[in-house]
């Protein structure tokens, strides 16, 4: 079984530019979550889909951040202006319904100068 | 609310010596308790999970066991290898999986 991808897999770009990443979850998988992980921290949730709805994204700063799963498939997550602490490994999971485990992918590093 | 506290690190042992990272939980409900473990340079992998009081989660060489009494997930292995070297999450789910609550990590380093 295929895992979790996503792309690109290190992006650097400077303040204000903008930039989007891509994930693909396990197939069949309904539940997708998008996680920020600052060095040092645990992951913290920004968003979750099920299927193709936001379940949640209390946490999303959404003056700058945004996300869509338009076929309940694959998500992209984007920030427009990219600020110098959103650098992050930006973390995509997904999770199929019938369990509580979350699979994750191997993350984004993106480095904000 | 729902939260998850692990003990702090960087943690650095030598071969072959046994491991504890203690973990704590506060929680709304019954939450299934869940230990990740992130090799450097990867996403997280879960190592293990337990869904109710007292049942042990285990893998690898890797134990825990869901303590509700004392609300605690506390991670340990009796002989540490090397290739153990990584960062280790305690998490938490509560409403069916579908709420995650990842503590801070604890970095371990085994020497030879």
């Known amino acids: 079984e295929a895992g979790v991808a996503q792309s690109p897999r290190y992006k650097i770009i400077e303040k204000r530019q903008s930039v989007a990443f891509w994930c693909n979850p396990i197939?069949?998988?309904?539940?997708l979550y998008w996680y920020q992980q600052i060095l040092g921290q645990g992951p913290k949730l920004l968003i979750q889909?099920?299927?193709?709805?936001?379940?949640?994204d209390s946490q999303l700063p959404k003056d700058r951040f945004s996300a869509e799963r338009l076929k309940g498939v694959d998500s992209t997550l984007k920030i427009q202006p990219a600020k110098l602490e959103d650098s992050a490994v930006y973390l995509c999971?997904?999770?199929?319904?019938?369990?509580?485990?979350?699979?994750f992918g191997p993350g984004t590093r993106l480095t904000v100068l | 609310g729902n939260s998850v506290t692990q003990m702090e690190g960087p943690v650095t042992l030598s071969e072959e010596a046994f491991l504890t990272i203690n973990c704590t939980y506060t929680?709304?409900?019954?939450?299934?308790l869940f230990w990740y473990v992130q090799y450097p340079g990867e996403g997280l992998q879960l190592l293990l999970k337990?869904?109710?009081?007292?049942d042990k989660g285990s893998n690898k060489g890797f134990e825990a066991t869901y303590r509700k009494e004392t609300t605690s997930f506390h991670l340990e292995k009796g002989s540490v290898q090397v290739s153990d070297s990584a960062v280790y999450f305690c998490?938490?789910?509560?409403?069916?999986?579908?709420?995650?609550?990842f503590g801070t990590g604890t970095s371990l380093t085994v020497i030879p």
């Open positions: 999971a997904s999770k199929p319904g019938s369990t509580d485990t979350q699979y």
């Open positions: 197939s069949g998988h309904a539940t």
């Open positions: 889909f099920q299927n193709n709805g936001v379940v949640d």
């Open positions: 929680a709304t409900g019954y939450p299934s």
């Open positions: 337990a869904t109710k009081a007292d």
């Open positions: 998490a938490l789910s509560v409403n069916t999986g579908n709420q995650f609550y």
